[in-house]
């Protein structure tokens, strides 16, 4: 029997977990919730998946605008053994006493805080921790794109520590009334909220973080420096490591990918739905080894890294594969992103 997952709040992250969900040999997407009619609304009831009204959302107001809803959340939640909360930043948490009313499992994001959920979660560091839980996390956008290099320079050479600075897109492209348009905004918070986030999963890792916003929608990317215990033999060396591990695309310098507009047109020429890149993204000639310290640039894709994460927590809580790199696997062939 697939597992039956519904998905509360159909934004940015919430369309892409439907689809993906969709996309997944052992799960059946049961239903998405959305408050209020909109075009997003259209295109999941275009797509045949069944819409209810979620929030403080009317019924009437989705008829009135000739979009079927099969009815509420109470209704949703009756349908569903796991539900992907991905509503805004700190809606979750209100979320929590009707999921546990309606005896569901569930998955938050990373803009709740991590005691929503019993563990935190990234698939290729910590898989094991989210089987049979009820409740999971998976980390924001940044987070997941740490703790998946983490995942990589620890197991195979140790971390003594890690400096990152990471440069943030100010927006989402669709978010219209975000900032800034012309400024660049340092964050003052020492270490930025990103490093503790990284030690729920990796408790033992010695990181520091510092955040600047700036005024781009395509990406972020994260300057990072790290002191490793075991020094690779070579730059090669290291290159080969994240190139062998799923989700990681290493550009050669070849290519020509200057920074994100080239990353985002790469993964729009290979008809990546939605010009989505839910790899971390390493450059090869940005990858410099010098002794044990190690400097490389990454770019995250903050609107999809976190999709196929989604999906290995399903199987992960629902014990549907044997181990991390089986999920994966199964998550990655479904997605498209098999190396
Ligand atoms: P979003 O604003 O794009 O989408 C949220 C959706 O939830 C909207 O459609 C909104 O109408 C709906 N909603 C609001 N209240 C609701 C309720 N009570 N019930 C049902 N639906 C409701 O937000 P997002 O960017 O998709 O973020 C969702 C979560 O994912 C947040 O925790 C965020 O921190 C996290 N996240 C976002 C990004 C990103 O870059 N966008 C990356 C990683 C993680």
Redesign the pocket.
């Known amino acids: 029997m697939p597992v039956r997952v519904a998905v509360?709040?159909?934004?940015?992250?919430?369309k892409r977990v439907a689809d993906a969900v969709s996309k997944q040999p052992d799960m059946v997407l049961v239903g998405v919730?959305?408050?209020?009619p909109?075009f997003?609304a259209r295109i999941a009831s275009e797509r045949e998946y069944p819409l209810f009204v979620?929030?403080?959302?009317r019924v009437e107001d989705f008829r009135a605008a000739g979009i079927a809803v099969e009815g509420t959340?109470d209704e949703l939640f009756r349908r569903a053994d796991v539900i992907v909360d991905?509503?805004?930043?700190t809606?979750?948490r209100?979320?929590v006493p009707k999921y546990d009313a309606a005896h569901l499992r569930a998955i938050?994001?990373?803009?709740?805080k991590p005691d929503v959920a019993e563990v935190s979660f990234s698939a290729l560091a910590n898989y094991e921790a989210a089987r049979g839980k009820n409740r999971v996390r998976?980390v924001?956008?940044n987070t997941?794109g740490i703790v998946r290099a983490a995942s990589v320079l620890r197991a195979r050479y140790g971390i003594e520590q890690w400096d990152a600075t990471l440069i943030r897109r100010a927006a989402?492209p669709?978010?219209t009334r975000k900032g800034p348009v012309n400024a660049i905004l340092p964050n003052f918070q020492f270490p930025s909220h990103h490093a503790p986030d990284a030690q729920t999963i990796f408790p033992d890792l010695a990181i520091t973080t510092t955040a600047v916003v700036v005024p781009t929608t395509l990406m972020h990317i994260h300057v990072n420096h790290v002191r490793l215990r075991k020094p690779p033999a070579s730059t090669a060396d290291v290159i080969a490591a994240f190139q062998e591990t799923p989700r990681f695309q290493i550009f050669r310098s070849w290519e020509r990918v200057e920074g994100t507009p080239q990353v985002i047109e790469y993964a729009r020429d290979h008809s990546s739905p939605r010009g989505d890149m839910m790899a971390n993204v390493l450059w090869e000639n940005g990858i410099h080894l010098d002794g044990a310290e190690l400097h490389f640039f990454q770019a995250i894709h903050?609107?999809s890294?976190?999709v196929p994460e989604n999906i290995d927590a399903i199987r992960a809580m629902f014990h549907l594969a044997p181990d991390a790199a089986s999920s994966v696997a199964v998550t990655d062939m479904a997605l498209g992103l098999r190396k």
Do not use: L, Y
């Open positions: 509360n709040g159909f934004g940015t992250i919430g919730a959305k408050t209020r909109s997003e979620g929030g403080e959302g959340t991905a509503t805004p930043d809606v979750g209100e979320q938050f994001q990373g803009g709740e998976v924001s956008c997941t989402d669709a978010e903050q609107e890294i976190v």
